[in-house]
């Protein structure tokens, strides 16, 4: 498919500003999603919404293959209204706050994808999925039922590094809720009948395997909070909520093994009863080479003068849920920089690149 023209990239930095000032965080996704709806629906595709907020469009391709291509419509809460402005060549907020790059930046890449396609047509068939909730646990990706996705492979676009590294490899990641109870007590007339909950979880906090395990693992405790407010009692109660992810799932499960021991010992140790409840949140994945979501990643990303680099995260993405669903999915960067941080960008050379290398992975989604 043909280059993007200078209009077609001026809407695009168009449409990236206009989604960038609906604030959309997770939860109130509602006015952004009506603005991407309104959009592919002027183009004159037929858009579904489900019960959770997520939009599904579809493109009909040349050829009997069919690619999923996914962004999240929300974004961290913002701080400060949203207002773009370029500074040396790059879109930034003037305000104190999130520019919301991550992930609208892929959003209003998709969109103009559509308006491509839905005019001169596609080499393949493209499902394009807009999700909510995806900053807070991968909500919307969960809820949507993929049942109704023929797609052989996909993509999702929201790794805020260079353009060029694919995300081959994502963790397992597990969070454990820990709830301790004790026995409360006078802490000045009779401490001795007591047994304190923060003691015992402390105790167990200190014994957790914490931060970074390996070059693959990583084990969190984000939590912590216990007691009453007053110093003159014993306190019973205290909760903790941690993490474990690893690219390797039997390390997350040994890691995890190691958090559970530690919650135990510290509940023995301070004489308290603790329950402990652990949850799979993600399941991780890891691509081959081989794979034709990689091959045509790839074979996009050199048409366009990028070496591509596979890369292992820590962190976990929608691709996570596909995959998890049987239909394997590959993270691939959008060249945003900072995201959840005041200091968001993302050059208007990035962002109109990542189009052009969109349009790309088609052409080549169709033969790899």
């Not at 999925?129 to 996705?149: N, P, S, Y």
């Not at 200190?206 to 939590?223: F, S, V």
């Not at 993302?346 to 349009?359: N, R």
């Amino acid at each position: 498919m043909r280059p993007a023209s200078e209009a077609e990239k001026a809407r695009l930095n168009e449409t990236f500003v206009d989604l960038c000032r609906i604030l959309s965080p997770s939860g109130e996704e509602a006015a952004c999603a009506e603005h991407v709806e309104r959009a592919l629906r002027g183009m004159g595709l037929q858009v579904e919404r489900d019960a959770a907020g997520n939009l599904l469009a579809r493109l009909r391709g040349r050829g009997e293959r069919t690619v999923l291509l996914c962004a999240h419509l929300d974004t961290v809460p913002a701080r400060a209204p949203v207002e773009p402005v370029l500074e040396d060549g790059a879109w930034e907020n003037a305000n104190d706050g999130i520019l919301g790059a991550d992930n609208k930046a892929a959003v209003a890449m998709l969109v103009e994808l559509a308006r491509r396609c839905s005019v001169e047509g596609s080499p393949v068939g493209v499902e394009l999925l807009f999700t909510v909730q995806e900053e807070i646990g991968l909500l919307g990706a969960q809820a949507f039922d993929k049942t109704q996705l023929e797609a052989d492979f996909g993509y999702v676009f929201d790794h805020a590094t260079a353009i060029g590294e694919i995300v081959t490899a994502s963790p397992t990641l597990y969070r454990i809720e820990a709830e301790f109870l004790g026995k409360s007590a006078h802490a000045g007339i009779r401490p001795e009948s007591g047994h304190s909950a923060i003691l015992a979880a402390a105790h167990a906090a200190a014994r957790m395997p914490h931060g970074r395990i390996d070059a693959e693992t990583t084990a969190n405790l984000g939590y912590f909070h216990g007691g009453v407010e007053s110093t003159n009692v014993v306190p019973e109660r205290a909760r903790l909520l941690a993490e474990v992810r690893s690219v390797d799932p039997d390390k997350a499960e040994e890691v995890l093994a190691g958090i559970i021991d530690a919650l135990h010992d510290g509940a023995s140790h301070g004489d308290c009863d603790v329950d402990v409840i652990t949850s799979k949140q993600v399941i991780g994945y890891r691509q081959k080479p081989s794979a034709p979501a990689v091959v045509a990643a790839e074979a996009a990303l050199r048409a366009h003068g990028y070496e591509p680099k596979r890369i292992a995260t820590g962190g976990a993405s929608d691709a996570n849920v596909f995959e998890a669903a049987g239909i394997p999915c590959v993270n691939v960067a959008n060249g945003t920089e900072h995201n959840h941080e005041p200091t968001e960008r993302v050059t208007q050379y990035a962002l109109e690149a990542m189009l052009d290398i969109g349009l790309t992975l088609l052409e080549e989604a169709a033969t790899a």
